[in-house]
Every structure is written in structure tokens, then in C-alpha cells.
């Protein structure tokens, strides 16, 4: 779909989405497969206010040079492109991991070790905010994610299960 079209039909439930965050505004956000930046101009905002940083990280080229474009009038915002498994991002690097909408689209064999590249980034306290698609051709289970996140010792401290939606905020202790 045009990211156009796409950002026009879906900004409002972005909105809802980043809200639903409870960001502070200082935070140091990496927003995993971001995509042409839709929702990445959404948190860049909340955190612009508070001083807070955005990474955008993704390894499509096209998306990557939209949202460069879409975020270069915000100043808090740096991108990464490529695979987290293979960039050499300091642990403890950021308060929170914003995983939309991408997390099925990694190979299955490929998954859990790139959960675990991101939670090597993730500080102590630090929370990821995940929104995955879950029913028909293109998802994956709501138990995988679940599996995936407690393998890797993150605590779940809130979920939605939808009829074809899994929110959830998971923390790493």
C-alpha cells in the first residue's frame, strides 16, 4: 500500500498507539523496523518535548530513505540501517523498543536471536511495546511472542488479545 494512503487511513490508531506508550518524553526510544517513519514521527514528537531521543532502525532501503526524509526536520531523531544482530549498538542503550507491526515479518529461525540482539540494548527497567498482527496469512501467534519475550527473561505487565491483534508491554529486570 502507498505510505501515503497507508499514514492517512492509519495515523489515527498510530495516535492511539503511542499514547497508549506513556512516554515521559525523555526517554531513548528505538523504534525496530520503522518503516517510512509514520509512527517514528509520532514518538519523535512526544519526545522532542522532553529532550528525549528516537533511533529508527530498518532494514529496507526504501523505507529507510522515507522516513529519513518523512523525520529530518526533527533534530532528536538518528537512523541505523540494517540488522540489529549485526550493528554494533551499545547494551543499554535505549529505555524502550517500539516492535510495530514487524516482528512476523522476520524469518522464524531468525526471531529469537534477534529479540535477543534487542534486548542486549535494552536497559535494566527499560520496556518494549509490541503490536503484532496475530490472525491470517501474514502474523504470527500471540504465544510465540510471549514465548520469545519470557526466553529471553522480559516480564509481560500488560497485554491486549484481540480477535486479530496482541498488544503488550513487556519489562526486562
Known sequence: MDPILKG???RPI???FVDRL???GNERIL???SGPGILSEMIARKLEKGGGKLTCLDVTEQ??????KRLRKFQNVEFVFGDVREKAIPENSFDG???HYVLHDIDKDARAP???????TLSNGGKIFIREPIRGGHSM????IRSLMKGNMLVESKSKLGRSIFMATYTKV
Open 8 to 10: 492517512l487511513i492509519f
Open 14 to 16: 498510530f495516535r492511539g
Open 22 to 24: 506513556g512516554l515521559n
Open 31 to 33: 523504534d525496530f523496523g
Open 63 to 68: 523505507w529507510f530513505t522515507i522516513a529519513k
Open 97 to 99: 523498543i517500539v516492535i
Open 114 to 120: 534477534t529479540v535477543s540482539a534487542l534486548i542486549k
Open 141 to 144: 501467534p500471540a504465544e510465540e
